[in-house]
Nanobody, 121 residues
């Protein structure tokens, strides 16, 4: 069984920084793309950042220059470093990954449980 477990959310003041982590566990053959999505109350879920297995990255325009996505392939973990946080960044953040379990080596889409980030003074 493959699971994604997120951590690192919390309350932070505007201008502050926070780093989210998402670790994939289980019998894993490979991990393709890893992403961070977020969803604020009353809004649709949006893609925040994406990183491929080769390290190529993409960001939504609103976080460019402030957020940084990275991954540690040896630990099957993806990170989202968030700097200069704004109240508009307040949302539930969800980790997503395309993972091939060792049992059949066929890729599936997996989601983390979500972690709340609140930016407020």
């Amino acid at each position: 069984q493959v699971q994604l477990v997120e951590s690192g959310g919390g309350l932070v003041q505007p201008g502050g920084s926070l780093t989210l982590s998402c670790a994939a566990s289980g019998s894993i053959f490979s991990i393709n793309v890893m992403d961070w999505y977020r969803q604020a109350p009353g809004k649709q879920r949006e893609l925040v950042a994406r990183i491929t297995s080769g390290g190529s990255t993409n960001y939504t325009d609103s976080v460019k220059g402030r957020f940084f996505i990275s991954r540690d392939n040896a630990k099957n973990t993806v990170f989202l470093q968030m700097n200069s946080l704004k109240p508009g960044d307040t949302a539930a953040y969800y980790c997503h990954a395309v993972v091939a379990p060792f049992v059949n080596r066929i890729e599936y889409s997996y989601w983390g449980q979500g972690t709340q980030v609140t930016v407020s003074s």
